[in-house]
């Protein structure tokens, strides 16, 4: 008996009993905690209707559809400054064109708003605030840049070819013409290399060598080249394509086993376009988006020097944490979904908020976290967005399930 009324003793001197009636009711999450974030994005989708006159909008999407196959067009990660009537955008996957801006104005943030009239794709239409329509695009979204020069002209300006040049070489696209059903059943596969002989010279014996897949080849494509390091360009191209790299294992005709490196699964336009910038130069500002099949351009991360946020997060709310440089990773490669905090006395205020009038108390709902590597002043940080929050009663831990990385800056 004496060791339970010590107990006892200890159970009724616990410092929980003097919480007040509101954070005795810290676990008490109601089921409508989920709603807030269906709630801010009302005005981005909700307002969608059918767009009446779409056949006048029709044509334009259909050729900067065709731009951006070609690469005449690339993505680029959305900024403020992209705004302007007519400018087309990517958003959830759907092609969307800014049409109007109206009733133009800067709010109490000295930030652009305004109403919009948006044409959708799928022939719908929306009159949203430039602020939601932002706020769409930092989550899950690209800006389409303009068109840009063909190929062949880009070749004739890079080069400037005289009299007096000498040609270098050949840079060719392939298309294999075997039967074997694991090759032939591949779509957009294509060999990319560079040549200091004729290509036709080159492919003549191509059904029995391994690195022509062992089969008969098609030119579909090739460049003279002049005045340029074409010893870099199969390297270059390579790299830049190695997530759709063809990966296969050949025999020769001596049963010996080969794995051809040059083989790409990319539509022809992307390759032509993608060619292009590597003579301008331009390549090292682009990475190909596989999912999409479209050139993208890559996003500039802050350096230390100017470790300044390139997304406007004015109205967002944002929880800041400081986290571990092994999750910090884990998180960008997105091995990791969710972050977690412990819901102690002393954070209280900072993960929940005291509905007075109840006495209960509610879980924050936050639009993204801002994570921190450790404390100095020159740390890496990131902006990821937040699409649910739970509490987990028997760890007591606040569960924040993590969706994009917005920004890294490093």
């Not at 560079?194 to 060598?209: C, G, H, M, Y």
């Not at 460049?223 to 296969?248: C, D």
Request: some cysteine.
């Amino acid at each position: 008996m004496d060791d339970l009324d010590k107990e006892l003793k200890a159970l009724f001197d616990s410092p929980l009993l003097d919480m007040s009636p509101g954070e005795l009711a810290l676990f008490d999450v109601p089921e409508h905690l989920g709603k807030k974030k269906e709630k801010a994005e009302a005005d981005f989708v909700a307002q969608r209707t059918k767009c009446e006159d779409f056949d006048l909008y029709e044509e334009g999407f259909l050729k900067v559809h065709k731009e951006l196959k070609e690469g005449a067009r690339s993505l680029i990660k959305f900024q403020e400054s992209h705004y302007k009537e007519g400018a087309y955008f990517i958003v959830g996957g759907v092609l969307m064109l800014l049409d109007k801006i109206y009733e133009s104005k800067k709010d109490q943030h000295h930030k652009l708003d305004g109403r919009t009239h948006c044409v959708f794709e799928n022939g719908t239409e929306s009159n949203m605030l430039l602020r939601s329509l932002g706020k769409a695009l930092f989550i899950d979204g690209y800006t389409v840049q303009e068109s840009v020069a063909g190929t062949e002209e880009a070749f004739q300006k890079h080069f400037g070819v005289k009299d007096a040049d000498v040609q270098d070489g050949w840079i060719y696209v392939l298309r294999s013409l075997s039967e074997d059903p694991g090759i032939k059943g591949v779509a957009d596969l294509y060999k990319i290399g560079f040549s200091t002989t004729p290509v036709e010279e080159r492919i003549k014996n191509a059904e029995n060598d391994p690195t022509y897949l062992m089969g008969k080849v098609k030119i579909v494509a090739s460049w003279k080249t002049y005045n340029m390091k074409t010893h870099q360009f199969e390297n270059i191209i390579h790299k830049f394509f190695s997530a759709v790299q063809f990966h296969v294992k050949v025999q020769d005709i001596n049963g010996l086993m080969f794995t051809p490196r040059e083989w790409f699964v990319v539509p022809l336009k992307i390759i032509e376009a993608t060619v292009e910038k590597i003579i301008d130069g331009s390549i090292v500002n682009y990475q190909y988006n596989r999912s999409m099949q479209m050139l993208e351009e890559r996003t500039v991360h802050a350096t230390k020097e100017k470790p300044a946020s390139q997304i406007d997060t004015t109205g967002w709310a944002i929880l800041t944490l400081n986290i571990k440089q092994i999750y910090f990773d884990q998180i960008l490669s997105g091995d990791k979904k969710a972050e977690f905090r412990e819901l102690k006395q002393s954070k209280l205020n900072m993960y929940t908020w005291l509905d007075e009038a109840e006495y209960k108390r509610y879980l924050k709902r936050f639009d993204a976290l801002r994570l921190y590597v450790g404390y100095k002043r020159d740390r890496a940080s990131a902006l990821v967005e937040v699409i649910n929050t739970e509490y987990d009663s028997d760890s007591r831990m606040v569960v924040y399930h993590l969706g994009k990385v917005l920004e890294v800056i490093s």
